[in-house]
């Protein structure tokens, strides 16, 4: 079962656990109302979601779970599978135990890899769907960022330390091959997302297991998106007009798949829409939560 609320080291914030699977899973609860689950991309947490849910929470329940993608900060067991697949498991796994219903499932980045995932195999607790500038088609690991990232997992854990030891430093985490591509103002959460990676081994290891075996994975999306048109429930696309790293053609082709869908473009950020224009993002998911019903009939 959920544990009660549990403090994190040293971040002044709490979350509540979870054991599944693959281990322990760390998430925030908040608010009342629909349902909305927020997944994140690789080396992030769960506060990628912090403004837009602190907009949603007033008439929404937002739960947001930190993802073993490289920022969690409880290792994974040692055979847990740290794959794309894998995670997409995890998520439906965690969506079971929580029993939540008639959910809006909300993807950025490598968490919109998940949802679509989720799409493909058909899960019955998904209701609707929004994907917010993610990898997508054959983008995947996406643009220069992504493929670095990958590049670097095939280090040795204690090398690939080293490496993420620099981020450290603001002009490095700015570069386009770190998070400089991704977010205009989020700065200060890359910061704080490449801390467990660096403090904690057990931690390199697993962000290295999910990034060699997203090396491995590289068609995986091509295959989902064939399945994507099986979706018949609402779907909304948001996509960062000036995307550097998802390209914005993607989010119309993603649009035009889905028997529901519809794209709405973000002007004024980058890859990380909930970090740069969280009011914004809010506000989307408001409206279409509001405007569209949460059963699988088409209108």
């Given at each position: 079962m ?9 971040e ?74 894998g ?8 969506l ?20 679509q ?7 019955a607790?998904?209701r609707?769907?929004?994907?917010v ?55 200060a ?20 297991r999910?990034?060699?075996?997203a090396?491995?994975g590289?068609d ?10 099986a ?9 960062a007009?000036?995307?550097?790293v ?11 798949l ?15 829409i ?16 509001r405007a569209s ?7």
């Open positions: 959920p544990s009660p609320l549990t403090p994190l080291d040293g002044g914030w709490a979350v509540k656990e979870i054991e599944l699977s693959a281990g322990t899973i760390e998430y925030e609860d908040t608010g009342d109302g629909p349902v909305l689950v927020l997944l994140h991309g690789l080396m992030m947490d769960a506060s990628l979601w912090d403004g837009v849910t602190a907009g949603l929470s007033v008439d929404h329940r937002c739960v947001t779970p930190t993802l073993p993608l490289g920022a969690h900060r409880r290792a994974m067991r040692p055979d847990a599978d740290l794959s794309l697949p995670m997409a498991r995890l998520v439906a796994e965690f079971d135990r929580l029993d939540l219903h008639d959910v809006t499932l909300v993807g950025n980045d490598t968490g919109g890899a998940l949802v995932l989720l799409m493909a195999d058909g899960n607790r998904v609707r769907v929004v994907l500038s993610c990898d997508a088609f054959d983008n995947f690991p996406p643009g220069l960022t992504g493929k670095t990232l990958v590049l670097t997992g095939k280090l040795p854990p204690w090398m690939f330390g080293l490496f993420m030891r620099q981020m450290r430093l603001r002009a490095l985490r700015r570069l386009p091959i770190a998070f400089g591509w991704l977010t205009r103002r989020g700065d959460a890359t910061a704080r997302w490449t801390r467990p990676v660096m403090r904690q081994p057990a931690i390199r290891r697993d962000a290295v999910t990034l060699r075996a090396a491995a590289k995986l999306l091509i295959a989902a998106a064939g399945r994507l048109p979706f018949d429930g609402p779907a909304l696309v948001v996509w007009s000036e995307d550097r998802m390209p914005p053609e993607h989010g119309r082709r993603l649009a035009g889905l028997p529901r869908g519809r794209l709405v473009e973000v002007e004024d950020s980058y890859t990380l909930p970090l740069d224009q969280p009011s914004r993002l809010a506000r989307i998911v408001r409206e279409f939560t019903p949460a059963d699988r009939s088409p209108t």
